[in-house]
């Protein structure tokens, strides 16, 4: 990272200390496609872009606004000790730390171990979780008929476990410790935990797809100036939302 380590510090400095997040933000990895040599470049088949440059985004939930970055350079970028997809979530949430904010997360990084951290920061989290979680009962992953909802509690340690059956015989398992009963949303019809991970789940994905409108990349075999004009996409974005934030009425003219 050294070509554009001083200059990406710096925009993430920034990021984190113009902006405020609401009451949720969101965790995910942006891609960002390269074909040209890079030492730390992966390849995942399954993706647009098989070949890309990985970053962990935190992001807000509502407005998108990218509020930290890292990026994934391989063996050596986290601190040892912990798996990596935890690390990563810690690696990115120092700036919202102790102000009782919520995580969400997808089923990569959602894990015990990570809500009992976020905890101890009070800070909340919600998300699915793999179906090979050791803590999910057996009972959770069994065939279902379609709308089945199963609730396991932990109340010592304010931990929920909701597992659902949106189609026949799947089941989603949810990890919260935001949540702590029984609830159904009544305009959907659907648990609450569903609900509002459904909403939050996005804010990366939409930030990405916001900066993908207006973007100012150019062919290039240069990691470092794939990477900057990323950088300068996020940071427009970001420019962007903390404007339309300041001036609420601002869409009406």
Same mark, same amino acid.
């Given at each position: 990272?050294?070509?554009?380590?001083?200059?990406?510090?710096?925009?993430?400095?920034?990021?984190?200390?113009?902006?405020?997040?609401?009451? @949720?933000?969101?965790?995910?990895?942006?891609?960002?496609?390269?074909?040209?040599?890079?030492?730390?470049?992966?390849?995942?088949?399954?993706?647009? %872009?098989?070949?890309?440059?990985?970053?962990?985004?935190?992001?807000? %939930?509502?407005?998108?606004?990218?509020?930290?970055?890292?990026?994934?350079?391989?063996?050596?970028?986290?601190?040892? @000790?912990?798996?990596?997809?935890?690390?990563?979530?810690?690696?990115?949430?120092?700036?919202?730390?102790?102000?009782?904010?919520?995580?969400?997360?997808?089923?990569?990084?959602?894990?015990?171990?990570?809500?009992?951290?976020?905890?101890?920061?009070?800070?909340?989290?919600?998300?699915?979780?793999?179906?090979?979680?050791?803590?999910?009962?057996?009972?959770?992953?069994?065939?279902?008929?379609?709308?089945?909802?199963?609730?396991?509690?932990?109340?010592?340690?304010?931990?929920?476990?909701?597992?659902?059956?949106?189609?026949?015989?799947?089941?989603?398992?949810?990890? %919260?410790?935001?949540?702590?009963?029984?609830?159904?949303?009544?305009?959907? @019809?659907?648990?609450?935990?569903?609900?509002?991970?459904?909403?939050?789940? @996005?804010?990366?994905?939409?930030?990405?797809?916001?900066?993908?409108?207006?973007?100012?990349?150019?062919?290039?075999?240069?990691?470092?100036?794939?990477?900057?004009?990323?950088?300068?996409?996020?940071?427009?974005?970001?420019?962007?939302?903390?404007?339309?934030?300041?001036?609420?009425?601002?869409?009406?003219?």
């Amino acid at each position: 990272m050294a070509p554009i380590r001083n200059i990406y510090d710096k925009f993430v400095a920034s990021c984190e200390e113009n902006y405020t997040p609401g009451a @949720g933000c969101t965790v995910d990895e942006s891609l960002h496609g390269f074909r040209g040599r890079c030492s730390f470049k992966q390849n995942i088949p399954n993706k647009p %872009s098989k070949y890309s440059i990985k970053v962990y985004i935190l992001a807000d %939930s509502k407005t998108f606004y990218s509020v930290s970055s890292k990026i994934y350079t391989g063996v050596g970028t986290h601190a040892p @000790g912990l798996p990596v997809p935890t690390q990563a979530v810690l690696d990115l949430v120092p700036s919202v730390s102790g102000k009782n904010r919520n995580i969400t997360t997808d089923n990569y990084y959602t894990s015990i171990p990570l809500a009992m951290e976020l905890k101890s920061r009070k800070l909340t989290l919600v998300g699915t979780m793999k179906k090979n979680k050791a803590c999910i009962p057996p009972s959770f992953l069994t065939k279902a008929d379609e709308g089945t909802v199963q609730y396991a509690f932990d109340h010592a340690n304010n931990f929920t476990l909701l597992s659902v059956a949106p189609k026949k015989n799947k089941r989603v398992v949810f990890l %919260s410790t935001m949540h702590s009963e029984k609830k159904t949303d009544k305009d959907t @019809g659907k648990e609450e935990i569903n609900v509002f991970y459904n909403q939050e789940k @996005g804010g990366v994905d939409s930030h990405d797809q916001m900066c993908s409108l207006y973007i100012t990349a150019r062919k290039t075999n240069r990691w470092p100036m794939r990477l900057f004009y990323r950088m300068i996409d996020s940071a427009a974005l970001n420019s962007f939302l903390i404007f339309t934030k300041n001036m609420p009425n601002f869409g009406e003219h």
